[in-house]
């Protein structure tokens, strides 16, 4: 199974110009089975709506997540799936003051494995992302899933900062390469999670030329080799029912 997380930057590039066909050709690249998006601006210049385009060029069902109204219309988080989902909640994790934050949990069955799925985009501000991790941890602790998946622009510079520790405490070690900025990364905002980690057989930043320039974000890809699931403790289990602090 190859899942990805994804900031399309509202699918404008380097040059600053809006093309929802360059997302679309480092989608065909990428060939996920389920792909995460985020900064989604559900009305463009496409001549059909953005994430209707996008599914049919990576064959994909649509799953929306909106967060935002302006006046440049709707605008947030979507899912893109080739896998059916049994089943789709959306959550609230805005912090008052802030700008609205939400995140996209899935229940997937592949292969007999129980696979959960949340895909987020955090706030930017330091104390805004412990709140919003500290939700989506007490959430994840609520259900039993074989393999859980945490990914999304977590915008979490702060190598030291509490919400990667507790990340790290749960989940375990994942890589995270630099997908931020994408013509010369060097920050890994862009972050994917599973338990058990030995799930994760392999973790990369989609480093392609059509990547570079298509949004101000590199892909991450990670692919799951999901029969470890059934051979491996998790990674977290002994330590997830403390609360973060």
Same mark, same amino acid.
């Given at each position: 199974?190859?899942?990805?997380?994804?900031?399309?930057?509202?699918?404008?590039?380097?040059?600053?110009?809006?093309?929802?066909?360059?997302?679309?050709?480092?989608?065909?690249e990428i060939d996920g089975d389920v792909v995460a998006l985020h900064e989604v601006a559900y009305r463009t210049d496409a001549p059909e709506p953005l994430l209707e385009y996008l599914g049919k060029q990576m064959g994909a069902s649509v799953?929306?997540?909106? @967060?935002?109204?302006?006046?440049?219309?709707?605008?947030?988080?979507?899912?893109l799936t080739r896998i059916p989902v049994t089943a789709v909640r959306r959550l609230d994790i805005s912090v008052p003051q802030r700008e609205p934050r939400g995140a996209i949990e899935m229940d997937l069955r592949v292969s007999g494995v129980d696979v959960q799925i949340v895909a987020t985009h955090l706030g930017l501000r330091p104390g805004e992302r412990r709140e919003q991790i500290k939700a989506l941890l007490a959430h994840l602790e609520?259900?039993?899933?074989?393999?859980?998946?945490?990914?999304?622009?977590?915008?979490?510079?702060?190598?030291w900062g509490r919400p990667l520790r507790w990340l790290h405490r749960v989940f375990g070690d994942i890589p995270a390469p630099a997908t931020f900025p994408?013509?010369?990364?060097?920050?890994?905002?862009?972050?994917?999670?599973?338990?058990?980690?030995?799930?994760?057989?392999?973790?990369?930043?989609?480093?392609? @030329?059509?990547?570079?320039?298509?949004?101000?974000?590199?892909?991450?890809?990670?692919?799951?080799?999901?029969?470890?699931? @059934?051979?491996?403790?998790?990674?977290?289990?002994?330590?997830?029912a403390a609360p973060p602090r």
């Open positions: 199974m190859r899942i990805a997380t994804y900031n399309i930057h509202r699918a404008i590039g380097a040059d600053g110009r809006q093309d929802p066909s360059r997302i679309a050709q480092v989608l065909r799953i929306e997540g909106i @967060t935002l109204r302006d006046e440049r219309g709707h605008y947030g988080n979507a899912v609520r259900a039993s899933p074989q393999v859980r998946v945490l990914l999304g622009d977590l915008n979490e510079w702060f190598l994408a013509r010369w990364p060097f920050l890994a905002l862009d972050r994917l999670w599973v338990d058990p980690a030995a799930v994760a057989t392999d973790v990369r930043a989609h480093r392609s @030329t059509a990547a570079r320039a298509a949004s101000d974000h590199l892909p991450l890809v990670a692919e799951l080799d999901l029969k470890a699931a @059934t051979m491996r403790p998790r990674a977290g289990r002994g330590s997830r």
